[in-house]
T-cell receptor, first 114, second 116 residues
Framework: GDSVTQMEGPVTLSEEAFLTINCTYT??????LFWYVQYPGEGLQLLLK???ADDKGSNKGFEATYRKETTSFHLEKGSVQVSDSAVYFC?????????????WGAGTKLIIKP | DAGITQSPRHKVTETGTPVTLRCHQT?????MYWYRQDPGHGLRLIHY???????DKGEVSDGYSVSRSKTEDFLLTLESATSSQTSVYFC???????????????FGQGTRLTVV
C-alpha cells in the first residue's frame, strides 16, 4: 500500500541555518503531495502542496519540489527562525489507492535555537 | 480559516464512562476524519466518513464508534473510556478533487481528553 517516510526528529538547528526535512513516498497511482505544520498546542495546517511532477510548492519561505523519479518531496528553507519551531508532517493523496484518506508520515519535530 | 469546530476542547472523564466528542463543519466537505495524536505515534486514523451515514474504520478503531447523521456533524464516541484513550483528538475535513484524489485537509483545534 501507499506510505510516506520522513526523517526522524527532533531536528535541532541554529537560527538562520538551512533546513532540509526529507520525505519519500510510495504510491500506487499519481499522488498529490502535501506538507503540514503543527505549532505547539494547535491543529495541523497546510504549509504547501504540489499536484504533479516537477511542481514546486512554496509558502512562508519554505519550498518543496515534487520529484517523481526519486519519489521524494523534501522540505527546505534557506534561513530558519525560532518561530519555525514546530512539527512538520508530509502527506499524500492517491486516488487509485484510496479516495478517502490522506496517508501521513510520522512527523518531524523541528527545534530552532536562537 | 476553514470552518471546523471541535467540542469540547478539554475534557477529564472517569474510566468506564462513555464520552462523545463533536466535530462541526461549515464547509460542506464530504470527507471527515477523526485522528488521535500521541507522543511517538504521529497521527493515527480512528474512523472516517465519506458521506452522511457512510463511515469506515481506521487503523485504531477499537473502543470507538462514530456517527454522521448530517453533512456538518461527525461524532466520535468512546463507548467505555479507558486510560489508554487519554490523547489529543483531531477532527479533519477534506474535499475530493476528482481524479487526483483528495485536496488538502483542514483540521480542528483538537480536543485534549484525559481519562482518570
Amino acid at each position: 500500500g501507499d506510505s510516506v517516510t520522513q526523517m526522524e526528529g527532533p531536528v535541532t538547528l541554529s537560527e538562520e541555518a538551512f533546513l532540509t526535512i526529507n520525505c519519500t513516498y510510495t504510491a500506487t497511482g499519481y499522488p498529490s503531495l502535501f506538507w503540514y505544520v503543527q505549532y505547539p498546542g494547535e491543529g495541523l495546517q497546510l504549509l504547501l502542496k504540489a499536484t504533479k511532477a516537477d511542481d514546486k510548492g512554496s509558502n512562508k519561505g519554505f519550498e518543496a519540489t515534487y520529484r517523481k523519479e526519486t519519489t521524494s518531496f523534501h522540505l527546505e528553507k534557506g534561513s530558519v527562525q525560532v518561530s519555525d519551531s514546530a512539527v512538520y508532517f508530509c502527506a499524500l493523496s492517491d486516488s487509485t489507492y484510496s479516495n478517502y484518506q490522506l496517508i501521513w508520515g510520522a512527523g518531524t519535530k523541528l527545534i530552532i535555537k536562537p | 480559516d476553514a470552518g471546523i469546530t471541535q467540542s469540547p476542547r478539554h475534557k477529564v472523564t472517569e474510566t468506564g464512562t462513555p464520552v462523545t466528542l463533536r466535530c462541526h463543519q461549515t464547509e460542506n466537505h464530504r470527507y471527515m476524519y477523526w485522528y488521535r495524536q500521541d507522543p511517538g505515534h504521529g497521527l493515527r486514523l480512528i474512523h472516517y466518513s465519506y458521506g452522511v451515514k457512510d463511515t469506515d474504520k481506521g487503523e485504531v478503531s477499537d473502543g470507538y464508534s462514530v456517527s454522521r447523521s448530517k453533512t456538518e456533524d461527525f461524532l466520535l464516541t468512546l463507548e467505555s473510556a479507558t486510560s489508554s484513550q487519554t490523547s489529543v483528538y483531531f477532527c479533519a475535513i477534506s474535499a475530493s478533487t476528482g481524479v487526483r484524489g483528495l485536496g488538502e485537509a483542514f483540521f480542528g483545534q483538537g480536543t485534549r481528553l484525559t481519562v482518570v
